[in-house]
């Protein structure tokens, strides 16, 4: 899909949530129902799934968000300092419209796939720490150690698998259980 479609499908999106708003203020309904049906929408496996807290960090896995559009709405609703864990095949991927929430919202960006060097030149002006890693587990553990109690680890790829017969559903599962192995580790 390219830019101008994932956007938009963003725009139709947005049209379609802002005419459920104008007619239930016609309908009379309250806003709560609203924003319940809303986050219903993002109720599907990694999508913004907490994994874990450990040491005060929360880790989050997102991988189904596989193009910038979905990260981008990932960050539009995140508070807290992220450790961004990204990549993937992303040497076509154009991140720019992620820098500037990236800037306010991201400590740190561990890269991992070959798509890396994409990755670390869109973000290098606006990230002070980023660093590459060659395996889930190694950006975990990399994550980890950048955030402080009370920030989010997210993994949120941006960007299809450089496999390409690995699925969201795979990465998020090896996701999780880098995390898992990880909490496992520091309870010893």
């Not at 991988?63 to 450790?83: D, G, L, M, Y």
């Not at 154009?94 to 929430?101: A, E, H, P, S, T």
Request: hydrophobic share 35%; net charge negative; proline share 1%.
């Amino acid at each position: 899909m390219t830019y101008l479609q994932e956007l938009t499908n963003t725009r139709q999106k947005q049209a379609s949530t802002m005419v459920a708003g104008i007619s239930s203020k016609i309908l009379q309904i309250r806003k709560e129902s609203i924003k319940q049906s809303l986050s219903d929408l993002n109720t599907l496996d990694h999508r913004q799934d907490l994994v874990a807290t450990i040491d005060g960090v929360m880790y989050y896995d997102d991988s189904r968000a596989e193009n910038v559009n979905a990260t981008w709405f990932t960050f539009e609703n995140i508070v807290k300092p992220v450790v961004w864990i990204a990549g993937g095949k992303s040497d076509d991927t154009d991140f720019k419209d992620l820098r500037r929430v990236a800037k306010k919202k991201v400590r740190a960006l561990v890269c991992l796939g070959d798509g890396s060097d994409n990755l670390m030149k869109t973000f290098q002006k606006d990230i002070k720490d980023i660093y590459e890693a060659s395996s889930m587990e190694d950006a975990v553990k990399a994550a980890s150690l950048l955030a402080q109690e009370d920030d989010i680890v997210l993994f949120s790829p941006a960007c299809k698998s450089n496999d390409k017969n690995e699925t969201y559903v795979e990465r998020g599962n090896q996701f999780t259980e880098s995390v898992k192995q990880l909490e496992n580790e520091l309870r010893k």
